[in-house]
């Protein structure tokens, strides 16, 4: 059973509902009869191009309605999405491309001229097409004539039935997207989400946060992520209501839209909550028809959830999840949300906490290394069969990464990494992969990437630079130095200067001892 058995349900439900609608230019709305339409639309054009089930399809698009139609097309022809941020400049670009070995791959007229050069390097890419979502109707005109190139009949699909959600829809253990995400060595890894890693997530959240038909979901993520894709848009999906899309994130617009347009439901990471916080008026907007608003992607600060109280009168809900296993706790929709805890973990998933050393398993209160199992926990990485299994305990439990305890009454507290992780904005940034950019730098001797504590971006990037003798560089240069070469969220916002790093006996950079210093 994929997720998009019961969207075709939904759209057999509820035809006339509003599904998706952009609340800014180009203003598009579409039912769910429309929605399915066009995917059936897509997912024509999409065979007419020779797309096989499992090969890759890649993603770099803004937020838009071709994103939506080309992920939900490709899915339901059985094939692999790869969603990619559109911060990755072109060499990140190219090993994702390369890596994935994706087929086929949209993404946006601007950055033509950025990306072309890379494109006859990758050996597995048959076509590249550019989309310009400002102009809505060349896509559909793309989309509609598919026939005339490809002679694929949509009147017979139509005729026999087919086009009506009779594509294949794929085994729950068939990888349904890919997502890169980095680690602490080695290039980034793309972890497989299968169709049954989806569903059984989605049916976890459906009950846990009560969605129903009639919920209004404002959508101000972005889509190429877990929080802003599977949680946001596939649960309003999967739950027959109606989402409205922010292209790109406004805070008193978001806050207005939530008034004028009575939303229910509204998702969001710290910084985004801590934004609304901010806007100077924030106590005139009236969010009681508010249902659920939910924090998640990063820790979300004591000030914050305080701070919505005091001024909205809500209560955020706030919940756990990551890349490689979607959702994996929650607080409660109707009892007690705890203020720094990520509540209890949801129907069907499993959690542990375990000595890092021994794997014991920890009493309640004791501080260890938090571990999952569940229909949620994705398939492995791609093609990396070392790093999947490093990733799982020997008994098969997937290592998060994180370090937590568990109260008498089951809620999970977070209370730091044993990754060298740092989460600004709610992305992961791996250090290691800074300090890698940053040692090409002739200048640089020696380097030491952590994250300060921000009121902004709950951290800040900072790298700590040693530079070789008689060499001398800006920091504005070596910013500009690691713009050029990774996504500007992974470019250190601040360069500090030092003679040496603190190491220990081992020659190991002390980056606790760091954070105290420079922090
Ligand atoms: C943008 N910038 C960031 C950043 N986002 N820097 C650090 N961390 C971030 N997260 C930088 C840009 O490079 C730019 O730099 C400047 O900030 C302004 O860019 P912008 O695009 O205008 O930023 P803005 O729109 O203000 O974006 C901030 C944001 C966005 C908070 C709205 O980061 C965001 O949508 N975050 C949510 C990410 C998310 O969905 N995470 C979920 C991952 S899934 P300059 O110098 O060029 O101006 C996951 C699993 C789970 O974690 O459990 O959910």
Not at 153 to 169: A, F, V, Y
Not at 376 to 382: D, L, P, R, T
Request: charged share 25%; proline share 6%; aromatic share 8%.
């Amino acid at each position: 059973m994929s997720f998009l058995n019961t969207f075709n349900e939904n759209v057999r439900k509820y035809p006339d509902k509003v599904a998706l609608e952009f609340i800014d230019p180009p203003l598009q709305r579409v039912t769910y009869a429309e929605l399915d339409e066009l995917v059936n639309h897509t997912e024509g054009y999409l065979q007419g191009l020779g797309l096989q089930p499992a090969d890759r399809v890649a993603l770099q698009l803004s937020k838009c309605l071709e994103f939506i139609l080309l992920h939900l097309a490709a899915i339901r022809l059985g094939c692999i999405i790869l969603p990619l941020n559109l911060a990755y400049p072109p060499d990140e670009l190219k090993y994702f491309l390369e890596d994935s070995g994706a087929k086929l791959f949209f993404a946006l007229e601007s950055s033509k001229e950025k990306i072309q050069s890379i494109l006859p390097k990758l050996p597995d890419l048959q076509k590249c097409v550019f989309i310009n979502p400002a102009e809505p109707d060349e896509f559909q005109l793309l989309i509609t004539d598919y026939q005339l190139h490809s002679g694929f009949d949509t009147s017979l699909k139509e005729h026999s039935g087919l086009l009506n959600h009779q594509s294949p829809i794929s085994n729950p253990s068939d990888t349904a997207i890919i997502i890169y995400t980095s680690g602490t060595t080695g290039r980034p890894k793309g972890a497989e989400i299968t169709h049954g890693n989806l569903k059984s997530n989605l049916d976890a959240l459906h009950t846990a946060w009560g969605w129903r038909p009639d919920d209004i979901l404002l959508h101000v993520l972005p889509i190429f992520h877990v929080h802003g894709l599977f949680v946001a848009l596939h649960g309003a999906l999967n739950a027959g209501a109606t989402t409205l899309l922010m292209r790109e994130f406004d805070a008193r617009k978001t806050l207005q839209t939530l008034v004028d347009r009575r939303c229910t439901v509204f998702m969001a990471v710290p910084t985004i909550h801590n934004r609304l916080l901010d806007v100077p008026d924030a106590k005139n907007f009236d969010l009681s028809h508010l249902r659920l608003i939910t924090s998640g992607s990063d820790r979300l600060p004591d000030e914050v959830f305080t701070g919505f109280q005091q001024t909205f009168g809500h209560t955020l809900l706030e919940r756990y999840g990551m890349t490689e296993t979607g959702m994996n706790c929650s607080n409660p929709l109707h009892g007690e949300r705890r203020i720094g805890s990520v509540g209890m973990p949801l129907p069907g998933v499993e959690v542990r906490i375990v000595n890092s050393e021994t794997e014991e398993i920890l009493l309640d209160g004791e501080i260890g290394d938090v571990q999952l199992r569940g229909p949620n926990v994705f398939k492995g990485y791609w093609r990396q069969p070392d790093k999947t299994s490093a990733s799982f305990s020997a008994d098969g439990w997937f290592k998060t990464g994180d370090l937590g305890f568990r109260e008498k009454d089951g809620y999970i507290t977070l209370c730091g990494r044993s990754k060298d992780l740092i989460i600004s904005g709610g992305l992961n940034i791996y250090p290691p992969e800074v300090e890698r950019v940053l040692m090409e730098h002739p200048a640089v001797n020696a380097c030491a990437v952590i994250g300060c504590l921000d009121k902004e971006w709950g951290e800040k990037v900072t790298a700590v630079v040693v530079l070789n003798q008689d060499e001398s560089v800006s920091g504005e240069e070596l910013i500009r130095f690691c713009r050029e070469r990774l996504a500007a969220y992974k470019s250190p916002k601040s360069i500090v200067f030092r003679n040496d790093l603190p190491r220990n006996a081992m020659g190991k950079i002390q980056k606790a001892e760091l954070r105290k210093e420079v922090c």
